[in-house]
């Protein structure tokens, strides 16, 4: 079963604009991480922040955590017809028996020139 | 690129067979994921390997199995192939809490 839900399914923008992308999970967490994949290819990490942290940044990306709504959300500023992908947040489950990613359906982006 | 490779790109194999795929891991990273990434899918957990050893597994029958080498290169074995098999295959090694993917394994069930 999949933890987390992205919204919405599909973004279309145009170059230059803000992509925002959304995430709910369903259980507690210890880390959050957001992943690009692009034309069903190997998944590319973007980022990951932690439980304790509120919002981070990795050049245009900017995510945040809000831990008591369970979501989580990932700006891309400025955006370009190269970030055009499918981008998937995945939860962590960390538990006595091993540590697997726990990934939503994904958010498909198109950036248009 | 995240250092990790995985063999081969593309596979047709048909109901009833076997298939082995393989994985190189990130140079130090003692941990590999395997992931199934139906399409449209979100990719799933099916198992990971710590130093050799099954550390963990998702909600996939006993007929996927796994191995993980001395030299951190690890194998997924799936047997009497299903249709519904047919995805997109994934390994991820790690050493802490981030996973590098590598290309996966395009597989067709026919």
């Known amino acids: 079963s999949q933890q987390g839900e992205e919204d919405p399914q599909a973004l279309s923008i145009q170059e230059g604009e803000n992509a925002t992308m959304n995430c709910s999970y369903k259980?507690?967490?210890?880390?959050l991480q957001w992943y690009r994949q692009n034309s069903g290819r190997g998944l590319v990490h973007l980022i990951l922040?932690?439980?304790?942290?509120r919002e981070k940044h990795s050049g245009r990306l900017r995510v945040t955590l809000d831990t008591s709504k369970k979501s989580s959300s990932l700006l891309i500023t400025a955006s370009r017809a190269a970030d055009t992908a499918s981008y998937f947040c995945?939860?962590?489950?960390?538990?006595?028996?091993?540590?697997?990613?726990?990934f939503g359906k994904g958010t498909s982006l198109l950036v248009t020139p | 690129e995240t250092g990790v490779t995985q063999s081969p790109t593309h596979l047709i194999k048909t109901r009833g067979q076997q298939v082995t795929l393989r994985c190189s891991s990130q140079s130090g990273h003692n941990t590999v994921s395997w992931y199934q990434q139906a399409l449209g899918q979100g990719p799933q957990f099916i198992f990971q390997y710590y130093r050799e050893e099954e550390n963990g597994r998702g909600n996939f029958p006993p007929r996927f199995s796994g191995l993980q080498f001395p030299n951190y290169s690890s194998e997924l074995n799936v047997n009497a192939l299903e249709l519904d098999d047919s995805a997109l295959y994934l390994c991820?090694?790690?050493?802490?809490?981030?996973?590098?993917f590598g290309p996966g394994t395009r597989l067709t069930v026919l």
């Open positions: 259980t507690s967490i210890n880390n």
């Open positions: 995945a939860t962590d489950a960390r538990s006595n028996s091993g540590y697997a990613l726990n």
């Open positions: 991820a090694s790690s050493l802490l809490d981030t996973q590098y």
């Open positions: 922040i932690r439980s304790n942290e």
